[in-house]
């Protein structure tokens, strides 16, 4: 092969199995969720962190951030810093303001200050809010079915969310 062609790939066939295509030519063509779920990249601990980052950075709400913003205060990159967003906007935890800016909703605020002092009170602060979610239902009703483990919880919400 020459110099001139090394910069050539092959093209996939649009009739392979998708074993055969390249990885990310796979991931392109997986069907997304129907609704917003939390990312499963972050670990819950990083999803609080992020959380609690928009009303400190964002001075409580007096200036709109962004991943960016609250990246070194999770502890990741600005790529995963805001890959729960569009869950906590859904849940009304943070307002857009504009394209990948934020401001925290008052009861984020809330929970930013407190959970320092007494994380499980919190926690409950945002309960009203994730309780008008559509997930509520799907784990309300699965663990009415008896004990749940986290895998038939995951699967139960996937499900529901329309991501298999």
């Not at 996939?12 to 917003?36: F, I, W, Y």
């Not at 906007?89 to 307002?95: E, K, Y």
């Not at 239902?137 to 996937?158: C, F, N, W, Y």
């Amino acid at each position: 092969m020459s110099d001139s062609e090394t910069y050539l790939r092959p093209v996939p066939d649009a009739t392979a199995s998708s074993e055969d295509r390249p990885k990310a030519d796979r991931a392109n063509m997986r069907p997304r969720a129907k609704r917003v779920l939390p990312t499963d990249r972050l670990k819950h601990e990083q999803q609080v962190r992020a959380l609690k980052a928009y009303p400190i950075v964002s001075n409580y709400g007096a200036q709109a951030v962004g991943s960016d913003d609250i990246a070194s205060f999770v502890g990741v990159t600005a790529a995963s810093a805001g890959l729960n967003n569009a869950w906590f906007a859904d849940a009304g935890l943070i307002i857009r303001q504009s394209k990948g800016k934020y401001v925290p909703a008052e009861v984020t605020n809330q929970f930013a200050r407190d959970h320092g002092f007494d994380p499980k009170a919190a926690a409950s602060l945002l309960a009203p809010s994730l309780e008008k979610m559509w997930y509520f239902e799907v784990v309300k009703q699965a663990s009415e079915m008896g004990p749940i483990t986290r895998d038939r919880l995951v699967h139960a919400l996937a499900t529901r969310a329309g991501a298999t």
